[in-house]
């Protein structure tokens, strides 16, 4: 889970990060995403929300986290979404979730 934390650090100082309800979901309404983190304990309407939205652009979802943890690792505060707009960031992300899963 800290590869997870520290990829997203790096993501967010790279400026390859969207991060917050609004921010992500307005990426990915335009594309410009190609991956999106959920925190576990985001809000069930926010999570339904951001799903059909990625849904209809064909973005992965992964779901992990909380948002305390999640906001530290962007030097943010908590934070329940986050949006990934670097393709070689987000296959790296994508590679160690599926670490953490198995």
Known sequence: ????????????????????YRAVLSNVARRRVSLVILAEDGSPRLHSKILAACREADIEVCVLGDKKNMGAALGKPPCAVVGITDLELARLIRQHVREVDA
């Open 1 to 20: 889970m800290n590869k997870v934390y520290n990829l997203l650090g790096l993501a967010n100082r790279a400026g390859k990060v969207a991060w917050g």
